[in-house]
């Protein structure tokens, strides 16, 4: 007699995927309508470019939640799955090459200023693919999980993940704003200051620039700078790597291979990587769209990295019933994040007050922050080969018969 018992884990899946591809397909469409249906003002080609990027990459997110949706109805109708074990290392090799025809035409189209509006449709496939491609690199070899674990994964990383970081995220910091506040408020002198610091701010009529140099006249009070250094550097990245690979820690108490925990790990990164960059490409200029599309193709390293680092260490840890051991692998995460972005943050903020001093001071304080921020990506790349490596070899070593 068949089972009735309900699947809560498809349930879930089911409604997730069902409300991502709703609210942004929803979205994308009362973008559109409320921008040129209804335009307040006559849109600039800058901002036609940003609504139409936003609108393709909601779309296309949204799309990356049909196999899960699929899938999760498959398995509540307890229909047979077809589990596709063939690596899709090489056909990302292939998309790569077009990836790079992607990014070579949209440069081109990029100096045309009055046709930066066809970059919109070029954008979602530059942001993708490389997050597709870094993530098939990392696992090479390895043998893959479920199309249900695969692609749910996926799903949970672009729909409850990412509420779940900011809403913690910005707790904190609403946290953190009110103890510097009331540190403050012993100083009558700083109050004032930062008050005429944030006027500054609602006032500024310039460009980003002048707004980034209001922001570190901000971070020389050494209260302000301490509560966003640790924020940036502490809080954020912890709660982060933590929260990222969420289907991991659901998955714990069911049979987790070690390579499939690593495997959803990269892919938990690659769904935070394609949020991410997907956010702040949309925000940039024509001009500076393969600049961009660049950079953001690089930080991919570091989300997709350290959440593969932190879905192996759980696994591996729940495997050897060691648990302290998965602490240290988000700790290690924690550290790596930490420091890239208060690296990150430290340069800017360097460059900004050095700038007074002298562009020598700054260059010098430039360069250190690139060579130290260069260390942290190679440490995560070889963690990523290290990882990749053993588990090939555990994988190839005959299994020793239980007594």
């Given at each position: 007699?068949?089972?009735?018992?309900?699947?809560?884990?498809?349930?879930?899946?089911?409604?997730?995927?069902?409300?991502?591809?709703?609210?942004?397909?929803?979205?994308?469409?009362?973008?559109?309508?409320?921008?040129?249906?209804?335009?307040?003002?006559?849109?600039?080609?800058?901002?036609?470019?940003?609504?139409?990027?936003?609108?393709?990459?909601?779309?296309?997110?949204?799309?990356?939640?049909?196999?899960?949706?699929?899938?999760?109805?498959?398995?509540?109708?307890?229909?047979?799955?077809?589990?596709?074990?063939?690596?899709?290392?090489?056909?990302?090799?292939?998309?790569?090459?077009?990836?790079?025809?992607?990014?070579?035409?949209?440069?081109?189209?990029?100096?045309?200023?009055?046709?930066?509006?066809?970059?919109?449709?070029?954008?979602?496939?530059?942001?993708?693919?490389?997050?597709?491609?870094?993530?098939?690199?990392?696992?090479?070899g390895l043998p893959r999980s479920t199309k249900l674990r695969e692609w749910g994964t996926l799903t949970i990383g672009l729909t409850i993940t990412p509420?779940?970081?900011?809403?913690?995220?910005?707790?904190?910091?609403?946290?953190?704003?009110?103890?510097?506040?009331?540190?403050?408020?012993?100083?009558?002198?700083?109050?004032?200051?930062?008050?005429?610091?944030?006027?500054?701010?609602?006032?500024?009529?310039g460009g980003i620039g002048e707004l980034e140099q209001i922001l570190y006249e901000i971070m020389k009070q050494p209260i302000i700078s301490t509560a966003?250094?640790?924020?940036?550097?502490?809080?954020?990245?912890?709660?982060?790597?933590?929260?990222?690979?969420?289907?991991?820690?659901?998955?714990?108490?069911?049979?987790?291979?070690?390579?499939?925990?690593?495997?959803?790990?990269?892919?938990?990164?690659?769904?935070?990587?394609?949020?991410?960059?997907?956010?702040?490409?949309?925000?940039?200029?024509?001009?500076?769209?393969?600049?961009?599309?660049?950079?953001?193709?690089?930080?991919?390293?570091?989300?997709?990295?350290?959440?593969?680092?932190?879905?192996?260490?759980?696994?591996h840890s729940w495997h050897q019933k060691q648990f302290g051991k998965g602490i240290l692998y988000v700790l290690a995460a924690t550290i790596l994040h930490?420091?890239?972005?208060?690296?990150?943050?430290?340069?800017?903020?360097?460059?900004?007050?050095?700038?007074?001093?002298?562009?020598?001071?700054?260059?010098?304080?430039?360069?250190?922050?690139?060579?130290?921020?260069?260390?942290?990506?190679?440490?995560?790349?070889?963690?990523?080969?290290?990882?990749?490596?053993?588990?090939?070899?555990?994988?190839?070593?005959?299994?020793?018969?239980?007594?």
């Amino acid at each position: 007699m068949a089972s009735k018992k309900l699947d809560i884990p498809s349930v879930l899946l089911f409604v997730l995927s069902a409300l991502g591809i709703l609210i942004g397909v929803t979205t994308a469409i009362l973008l559109l309508f409320s921008s040129y249906g209804f335009p307040k003002t006559n849109l600039t080609a800058s901002d036609e470019m940003t609504v139409l990027s936003t609108s393709v990459l909601l779309i296309s997110i949204s799309m990356l939640n049909v196999p899960t949706l699929i899938i999760s109805i498959k398995k509540l109708l307890k229909k047979t799955i077809r589990q596709s074990k063939k690596p899709l290392f090489q056909k990302a090799n292939y998309y790569l090459f077009l990836w790079l025809l992607i990014i070579t035409i949209g440069f081109i189209i990029s100096r045309e200023g009055n046709k930066t509006l066809l970059l919109a449709p070029l954008t979602a496939a530059a942001v993708f693919i490389p997050v597709w491609w870094l993530i098939e690199f990392s696992r090479r070899g390895l043998p893959r999980s479920t199309k249900l674990r695969e692609w749910g994964t996926l799903t949970i990383g672009l729909t409850i993940t990412p509420i779940i970081i900011i809403s913690i995220e910005l707790l904190l910091t609403a946290i953190s704003a009110a103890a510097v506040m009331i540190r403050l408020g012993v100083h009558p002198d700083l109050i004032s200051q930062f008050r005429s610091f944030l006027e500054n701010i609602n006032q500024y009529q310039g460009g980003i620039g002048e707004l980034e140099q209001i922001l570190y006249e901000i971070m020389k009070q050494p209260i302000i700078s301490t509560a966003v250094f640790l924020i940036v550097g502490l809080i954020a990245p912890l709660i982060e790597e933590i929260f990222k690979p969420m289907s991991i820690w659901f998955l714990l108490n069911r049979p987790l291979e070690e390579f499939e925990g690593f495997s959803l790990g990269l892919i938990s990164g690659g769904a935070f990587a394609i949020l991410e960059s997907a956010e702040i490409v949309i925000q940039t200029s024509g001009q500076d769209w393969l600049f961009a599309i660049a950079i953001r193709a690089a930080t991919g390293v570091l989300h997709i990295g350290l959440s593969g680092l932190v879905g192996y260490g759980l696994a591996h840890s729940w495997h050897q019933k060691q648990f302290g051991k998965g602490i240290l692998y988000v700790l290690a995460a924690t550290i790596l994040h930490g420091t890239w972005n208060s690296l990150a943050l430290l340069s800017g903020f360097s460059s900004s007050v050095f700038n007074e001093q002298g562009m020598e001071a700054s260059g010098t304080s430039s360069v250190i922050s690139l060579i130290f921020l260069i260390l942290v990506f190679v440490s995560v790349i070889a963690i990523t080969l290290k990882i990749n490596s053993r588990l090939r070899q555990d994988l190839a070593r005959p299994s020793e018969p239980s007594l």
